[in-house]
C-alpha cells in the first residue's frame, strides 16, 4: 500500500496535465501512487494520460469536487496530495511534506509556499497573499489562502470532510474553511509548487461574483457551530462579501441579485 496518493483532476488540458504528471514522475520519493480523474474530456487526455497514471478514472463531466471526491474514493494512501492539472511541483515536495507530517502526528493538513506564473512570466504575491501556519481560520474566511496543489492531507480528515458537489468553483475555499474552523494547519516556507495563470479554461476565470460560492461556505460554517468570537468574525466577512456581491450587481444591472444579498447580509448583521 502507498504511503501517499497523488491525484490529479482533469478536463480538457492534455499538454498542461502531461507536464503535471511529469513533475509527479520525478519527485524524490516513490512511495506513491498516481490517481488521474479525468472529468469528460473529448480532447485526447484519455489517450496521452491513462497510460502514465496507476490508475485511470474516467467520468462524465460533473466538475472538480465531485472528481476530487472520486480520486479520494479510489485511493489507498495515508496522505492525500491533489495536483491541479496546470500546475508543478518541485522534485522534493512529497519528501518534505512527509517527513513533516510523519514528525507531527496531529497536524491533519501541511501546506507550502509557492511560485506564480502568469502567461510563463515571474508574477510577485501581493502581501495580503502572504502565508503562515498556526490559527489561520480568519485568513481561510478572507480568501483561499491554500492551494489545493500545495497540500498534504491526512486521510481521516477526508473521509470526514469530502468536498462539496455543491460548488462549482471555490470548493477549495470551503473545504479549508471547514477544516481550518476546528484545527490549526501547518505551513512549510518554502516554494514547492508553480501555479501556472493566465491561459484559458481556468475555473477562476469563468464564474462571475465568485463570492457568491464564498458566502454560501460561511453559512454553512455558521450553521455548524462556531465559538462566539469565530461566529462574530464570520458574519463581519460575510458581510463584507455581500457587499463585494451587491456592487457587481448593481453594475451589471441585476436588482434581483442586490437585492438578494441584502437581505442574507442583513440576516447575518449581528
Not at 488521474?36 to 496507476?54: F, H, M, N, W, Y
Not at 511534506?97 to 502526528?105: A, H, V
Amino acid at each position: 500500500m502507498p504511503h501517499i496518493s497523488v491525484i490529479i483532476t482533469t478536463y480538457n488540458r492534455k499538454d498542461f496535465a502531461a507536464e503535471a504528471v511529469e513533475s509527479v514522475r520525478k519527485q524524490t520519493c516513490s512511495d506513491y501512487e498516481l490517481i488521474i480523474v479525468d472529468d469528460g474530456s473529448t480532447d485526447g487526455s484519455r489517450e496521452i494520460l491513462g497510460p502514465k497514471a496507476d490508475k485511470y478514472i474516467f467520468q462524465k463531466n460533473s466538475g472538480v469536487s465531485a472528481a476530487r471526491n472520486a480520486g479520494f474514493t479510489a485511493s489507498s494512501g495515508k496522505y492525500i496530495c491533489f495536483l491541479d492539472s496546470d500546475d508543478l511541483w518541485m522534485k522534493d515536495k512529497l519528501d518534505v511534506q512527509i517527513d513533516f507530517m510523519e514528525k507531527n502526528p496531529s497536524m491533519p493538513l501541511c501546506y507550502t509556499g509557492e511560485k506564480w506564473l502568469k502567461c510563463g512570466s515571474h508574477k510577485n504575491q501581493k502581501k495580503h497573499h502572504s502565508k503562515r501556519g498556526g490559527d489561520i481560520f480568519v485568513k481561510c474566511l478572507e480568501m483561499c489562502i491554500i492551494s489545493p496543489s500545495s497540500a498534504m492531507i491526512r486521510r481521516e480528515t477526508l473521509e470526514r470532510l469530502k468536498f462539496d458537489e455543491k460548488l462549482p468553483v471555490c470548493e477549495d475555499y470551503d473545504m479549508w474553511l471547514r477544516i481550518s474552523s476546528e484545527h490549526n494547519i501547518a505551513y512549510i516556507d518554502r516554494e514547492l509548487i508553480i501555479k501556472r495563470g493566465g491561459h484559458p479554461g481556468q475555473l477562476s476565470e469563468s464564474e462571475p461574483a465568485m463570492d457568491r460560492f464564498r458566502i454560501y461556505s460561511i453559512i454553512k460554517a455558521l450553521k455548524s457551530g462556531l465559538s462566539p468570537e469565530r461566529e462574530k468574525l464570520a458574519k463581519a466577512e460575510l458581510r463584507r462579501k455581500c457587499a463585494i456581491v451587491r456592487s457587481g450587481a448593481l453594475k451589471r444591472f441585476k436588482p434581483w441579485l442586490w437585492a438578494k444579498y441584502g437581505l442574507i447580509s442583513k440576516f447575518y448583521g449581528s
